[in-house]
Nanobody, 134 residues
Framework: VQLQASGGGLVQQAGGSLRLSCAAS????????IGWFRQAPGKEREGVSC????????YYADSVKGRFTISSDNAKNTVYLQMNSLKPEDTAVYYC???????????????????????????WGKGTQVTVSS
């Protein structure tokens, strides 16, 4: 089982863009909601965005609404996070994560805003650093 995250980097000026990718393997892609958490130094890990493979419903944290767009390519078992109008406060390590859709009590996309949402993930990718300079 693997979530392979890529696409992080340094944006030298606020307002720039990056696209993160999360390639999934070793599990049934359609049985999971997949998305991104982020963690800045000294802060809790927070749910940023999620997409449900079952109905394409999405979740965005208030702080990224209108700037970030999540999408899924089911043929490639890959989820993308297009991040536009980046701000210095978006600086964090971004983690790809997957939560099951068919388990009782699972943390679906609509619940990724919960402070304890991260505990409901079955799988995690290695973090990718996103740094936005002011």
């Amino acid at each position: 089982v693997q979530l392979q995250a890529s696409g992080g980097g340094l944006v030298q000026q606020a307002g720039g863009s990056l696209r993160l990718s999360c390639a999934a393997s070793g599990f049934t892609f359609d049985d999971y909601d997949i998305g991104w958490f982020r963690q800045a130094p000294g802060k809790e890990r927070e749910g940023v965005s999620c997409i449900s493979s079952s109905d394409d419903s999405t979740y965005y944290a208030d702080s990224v609404k209108g700037r970030f767009t999540i999408s899924s390519d089911n043929a490639k078992n890959t989820v993308y996070l297009q991040m536009n109008s980046l701000k210095p406060e978006d600086t964090a390590v971004y983690y790809c994560a997957a939560s099951p859709t068919r388990r009782r009590g699972s943390v679906r996309c609509s619940s990724w805003s919960r402070l304890d949402a991260a505990y409901g993930m079955d799988y995690w990718g290695k973090g990718t650093q996103v740094t936005v300079s002011s």
